[in-house]
Every structure is written in structure tokens, then in C-alpha cells.
């Protein structure tokens, strides 16, 4: 999960619970990403693909048992997907709390989990939430690429961000305009001298995704 990418040379540490998005990030300019999928056929695939890119690294890893990683090792985890796929199964709640707890003790503090789901705030903000893990969240609605409103306007490719309760409610007056797109819950890990109002939000870009 990263923060709007200005291009330029970052050498801070970034865990990526799935595959797929990286190559682009390294365009970005992004130095040190690791990259976990729970399947080995998924992970050698990608390897070979990238052997020649020496910004990325491939493991086969479970996102529930991440135990490789100390505490604290990464500035940041992008989720595009997993959590997702974790909650369709039978042991949902359960999967989901490991996952997350997971995340929560590889960031460092002040580092940042970008949640990319299909899940709207009802389902994902009491996941999220709990007080172990102590994130300030900020959420963005982006609508699928190329979606077009009513009339044939096309949706503005800078999102602000949309306010939000614990419980997931959004505002009364909220109109969400594609029913496919995505949620981006950008969750940052506080700390005792990180106070609320120091957490800035900018403008999204829709077309990064």
C-alpha cells in the first residue's frame, strides 16, 4: 500500500501480500519490494519473468504466517486481492485476524497498509478497526477504468478522499456511482507521538490501479 507515487528514487521497504502490481511500482521508482503468494507455481512463474529486475524479490508464504519477517521490517504493505480471498472461506474471522495481525507487526511505525478490495466499508471497517492495531484509516472509492456516469461524463481521475465512521457508515448523502468499484483503505500504524491531525490526505489517482 502506497502512498500517491511521485517517481522518484525510494528506497524504503515494501511487502506485497500478492502479485502482479510490482513491475509497475518499480517504474515508479520503488528499490526494495518483496512479493508473497501462497503458491509456489504463482511465485516460479514470477521469478523467471523477473529474474533480470533486481528491485524484486519472490517468496512463497502464507500472508497468515509471516513469521520469516522480524517485527517491524517493512514501510509499507500493498493488498490487492488477499484479504479478499481470505474472507470467502469457511474460516474467514479467523483467517482475517491472523492476516491483519500479521501486517500490523511487520509495519514499522508510521508505515502504511493500502487494503485494494471490493469489500465496502460495512464489511471491511470492523476488520480493520480493532484497537490492537492502531491505524488512522483513509478511505478512497475508485470507480473501474473507463466508467462512465450517467449522461457519458467521465469519473475525475483525482479522488478525495471519503469520510467514514468505525462502523463503515458513510455519509448520508454519498452516492456511489459504480456499483464495481474499488475500495482503498489506506491505513496508517500509529504511535504514541503520531497525533491524529499530523496524518495529511491527498488527492488518488485512479488511473494507478
Not at 21 to 27: A, F, I, L
Amino acid at each position: 500500500m502506497e502512498t500517491p507515487c511521485t517517481g522518484t528514487r525510494d528506497t524504503s521497504r515494501k511487502l506485497r501480500a500478492s502479485i502482479g502490481m510490482s513491475e509497475d511500482m518499480v517504474e515508479d521508482g520503488y528499490e526494495n519490494i518483496t512479493n508473497i503468494d501462497i503458491s509456489s507455481v504463482a511465485i516460479d512463474i514470477m521469478r523467471r519473468k523477473y529474474e533480470h529486475v533486481h528491485q524484486l524479490n519472490y517468496m512463497e508464504m502464507d500472508a497468515r504466517d509471516m513469521s520469516f519477517f522480524p517485527d517491524k521490517s517493512f514501510d509499507a504493505v500493498v493488498d490487492k486481492g488477499t484479504l479478499d480471498s481470505l474472507m470467502c472461506g469457511s474460516d474467514a474471522p479467523i483467517s482475517s485476524v491472523r492476516m491483519l495481525g500479521e501486517v500490523s507487526r511487520l509495519l514499522k511505525p508510521g508505515g502504511i497498509y493500502m487494503l485494494i478490495t471490493y469489500g465496502d466499508p460495512k464489511v471491511r471497517m470492523p476488520h480493520l478497526t480493532r484497537s490492537i492495531y492502531n491505524w488512522k484509516i483513509i478511505l478512497y472509492i475508485i470507480p473501474r477504468p473507463g466508467f462512465e456516469k450517467p449522461g457519458g461524463s467521465s469519473s475525475s481521475s483525482h479522488l478525495e478522499p471519503v469520510p467514514i465512521s468505525d462502523t463503515g457508515v458513510l455519509p448520508a448523502d454519498f452516492v456511489l456511482e459504480d456499483p464495481d468499484s474499488h475500495f482503498i483503505y489506506v491505513c496508517k500504524k500509529m504511535d504514541e507521538t503520531t497525533e491524529v491531525s499530523d496524518i495529511s490526505s491527498y488527492p488518488l489517482i485512479a488511473d494507478a490501479l
